[in-house]
């Protein structure tokens, strides 16, 4: 029975996201377009061994399609359901309030495949060839979902609906430029390159452009940072977060 309520509300969370246009918008629209333009585009600086822009694009635009959805996404929709009292009015049914946390994460996990299979199969298009381990890629992705949907949950979960949606795209912003996603880190000033080493963001970019890479690696100091904000985020979210 808990399983069958589940599914239905990952249904409507599905749903629900998809008739959002901002929501297409932010985890299709953008990272499809920027893989695009920038692919089309020779502007970008490009990493030492790199040929096609692509190549270097394409792990970093997986990253963003991560962000987007497991922290934006996701922090904004609840923001507006726990300012109308929607989430409390979930959490007091039969559904409760363990499966309707469980069916979000669903529904995150859906929009997340469906955006590799879009964004690999446009990336291929351009000229990526992915080598290396789809396996070590996905646990990658898998610890940074976590790490990112706990940041969402805790501005969602913490702050009014209209803060946590400027702090959320604010943060996407900050994240973005400092994730190495669409320029090399190494670009950077010393002080912002060191800086954005302890980021969810560059390391998951990091994760997956090794992972995907000929060696198929993971480097150990980009895992570290995605487990610590795997850890902590959700902790705070989890102390943090008030459902009215």
């Known amino acids: 029975m808990r399983a069958a309520a589940v599914?239905?509300?990952?249904?409507?969370?599905?749903?629900?996201?998809?008739?959002?246009?901002?929501?297409?918008?932010?985890?299709?629209?953008?990272?499809?377009?920027?893989?695009?333009?920038?692919s089309l585009v020779s502007v970008l600086p490009l990493p030492a061994g790199v040929s096609e822009p692509v190549d270097?694009?394409?792990?970093?635009?997986l990253a963003l399609a991560v962000m987007s959805t497991a922290m934006v996404s996701l922090?904004?929709?609840?923001?507006?359901?726990?300012?109308?009292?929607?989430?409390?009015?979930?959490?007091?049914?039969?559904?409760?309030?363990?499966?309707?946390?469980?069916?979000?994460?669903?529904?995150?996990?859906?929009?997340?495949v469906l955006q590799v299979a879009v964004l690999v199969?446009?990336?291929?298009?351009?000229?990526?060839?992915?080598q290396g381990s789809p396996v070590l890629a996905a646990g990658a992705m898998v610890l940074a979902t976590v790490g990112f949907a706990g940041l969402g949950l805790l501005m969602a979960g913490a702050l009014r609906a209209e803060v946590t949606l400027a702090a959320a795209n604010g943060?996407?912003?900050v994240l973005l430029l400092l994730g190495g996603m669409v320029f090399p880190l190494e670009r950077l000033p010393a002080t912002l390159e060191?800086?954005?080493?302890?980021?969810?963001?560059?390391?998951?970019?990091?994760?997956?452009?090794?992972?995907?890479?000929?060696?198929?690696?993971?480097?150990?100091?980009a895992v570290a940072v995605l487990a610590a904000w795997a850890v902590t985020a959700p902790a705070l979210a989890a102390w943090r977060f008030r459902w009215e």
């Open 7 to 38: 599914a239905a509300q990952t249904r409507v969370e599905l749903a629900l996201t998809l008739r959002r246009g901002e929501s297409l918008l932010l985890t299709l629209g953008i990272p499809v377009g920027l893989l695009v333009f920038f």
């Open 56 to 61: 270097f694009l394409a792990p970093g635009i």
């Open 75 to 112: 922090a904004i929709a609840t923001g507006f359901e726990r300012q109308y009292g929607v989430l409390k009015r979930l959490g007091s049914t039969p559904l409760g309030r363990p499966a309707l946390l469980a069916a979000k994460t669903l529904a995150v996990v859906v929009i997340e």
């Open 121 to 130: 199969a446009v990336a291929v298009v351009l000229g990526w060839r992915p």
């Open 171 to 173: 943060l996407y912003l």
């Open 194 to 221: 060191a800086l954005a080493g302890l980021l969810p963001s560059a390391a998951l970019t990091e994760a997956l452009d090794a992972s995907l890479s000929t060696n198929a690696t993971l480097p150990a100091s």
